[in-house]
């Protein structure tokens, strides 16, 4: 694979919290290490600023969760240097922004991040202290009428940081870019896909809707219950449809951007479950809350694993059938006919190539550090992480223009 040949670069990246985020800014320095661009902004800004003949040049973002955040950044024009600014990660790889430039983010505070779900609480507090119905019906009945918080926190800190710090213009249809932020439905099993679509409609499996803001996209990504509330946006007909987290039902929805058009998706993901090292021993010793992560972060790896899996067995069983029919001579127009059928039936598309970029396993301190920590030491040595991860994967491949 050449990067050259492509026509249309994605970038897709995965949640996981800050540290997931500070990963994937790691990870997009090491793009830009080796020459890609990342194109973002209105229309005009997009034609003004970047060749369109440049095959290094990203033009399609696909987020879910602390990857929608970034991506949504990247995709309203802002460098990666504007995120490291806006985290105050401080890892000396990238100049510090003064207010005036146009470049420059406020940095993110807890506040930003956890809003307090007030409204959750206060209908909590007179129900549980006023309804003796309630309490005489003992201790479960208390926790099933009583404990009906949606989430200790909400994600309107989070979306009005970007709505009113960051997004000149708040509307996926102005920008000059792809950008696909994935959410799940609360009261349904639907993937929920936030874009510019020329219509908002929905499958079985999948709703497009083009009708949210990006801020508030992304606000619907980032809900993660019981700590983040679901995110309710209001359809044009007024009813208030709740989401929350994009990587409930799909981890990496990399068809997502290979569906509008991409031939190469980078893939950037933080989740790596725990390998015994000497140093940190064994998991056993560190109680409840890093196991639970453990076994978490091995069903969330499986899933990613099968899924690249998955792609590898499709291509390999197309090639092969493709092989066979040139090897039996058999006429150009039924061989095409045939392996049209079968792109149709598994949705292969062969001029799609994929790479995918994860912390090693070695890398324990991705494991152990807090989802949701704002130290700058800390965020600084996760960036480092993602760098080295993205550089020793890119060298795989033919870079050269």
């Known amino acids: 694979m050449r990067i050259k040949d492509k026509k249309k670069i994605a970038l897709v990246l995965s949640g996981g919290g800050i540290k997931a985020a500070a990963f994937h800014i790691g990870v997009c320095l090491a793009l830009q290490e080796k020459g890609f661009k990342f194109a973002g902004g209105t229309k005009e800004m997009v034609r003004q600023n970047f060749d369109e003949d440049d095959p290094m040049t990203i033009r399609c973002y696909v987020g879910s969760s602390a990857g929608a955040f970034v ?4 995709g ?12 105050q990660i401080g890892s000396g790889t990238s100049p510090s922004f003064e207010k ?46 009583g404990l009906k918080l949606n989430g200790l926190f909400s994600t309107g800190g989070l979306e009005g940081y970007l709505r009113k710090e960051v997004l000149l213009d708040n509307d996926f249809a102005r920008l000059g870019v792809g950008l ?17 679509f020329p219509e908002a409609y929905k499958t079985p499996t999948t709703k497009y809707i083009n009708y949210a803001t990006i801020s508030q996209a992304v606000a619907a990504s980032t809900s993660l219950p019981p700590v983040f509330a679901p995110y309710g946006i209001k359809r044009p007909d007024g009813k208030e449809i709740y989401y929350y987290d994009g990587e409930i039902r ?3 929805s990399t068809h997502v ?38 076994a978490l972060y091995q069903v969330v790896q499986q899933k990613i694993a099968k899924h690249i899996q998955n792609q590898a067995d499709i291509r390999n069983i197309y090639n092969s059938v493709e092989g066979y029919l040139k090897q039996t001579e058999l006429p150009e127009d039924q061989r095409e006919k045939l392996l049209s059928i079968i792109r149709d039936k598994v949705n292969h598309r062969p001029e799609v190539d994929y790479i995918y970029i994860a912390p090693r396993p070695q890398n324990y301190e991705m494991f152990f550090v807090d989802h949701f920590s704002l130290n700058p030491e800390i965020l600084a040595r996760i960036v480092r992480i993602g760098f080295k991860s993205g550089i020793n994967i890119l060298r795989q491949y033919d870079i050269s223009k």
């Not at 309203?76 to 985290?87: K, T």
């Not at 609360?186 to 510019?196: D, E, T, Y």
Request: glycine share 8%.
């Open 71 to 74: 991506a949504s950044i990247l």
């Open 76 to 87: 309203a024009g802002y460098p990666v240097e504007s995120l490291i600014n806006a985290f």
């Open 100 to 145: 005036s430039d146009l470049r420059y983010l406020k940095p993110i505070s807890y506040r930003d991040i956890f809003n307090l779900n007030s409204s959750g609480l206060l209908k909590f507090l007179p129900r549980t202290l006023l309804d003796k119905t309630i309490v005489r019906g003992g201790l479960e009945s208390l926790l099933k009428n």
């Open 180 to 196: 696909y932020i994935i959410g799940t439905q609360l009261n349904h099993s639907r993937k929920a896909i936030f874009g510019n």
């Open 250 to 252: 799909d981890t990496l």
């Open 257 to 294: 951007a290979v569906d509008n058009g991409a031939d190469l998706v980078i893939s950037s993901y933080s989740i790596q479950p725990y390998h015994y090292t000497e140093e940190m021993g064994s998991l056993h010793k560190y109680g409840i809350p890093l196991i639970l992560n453990q």
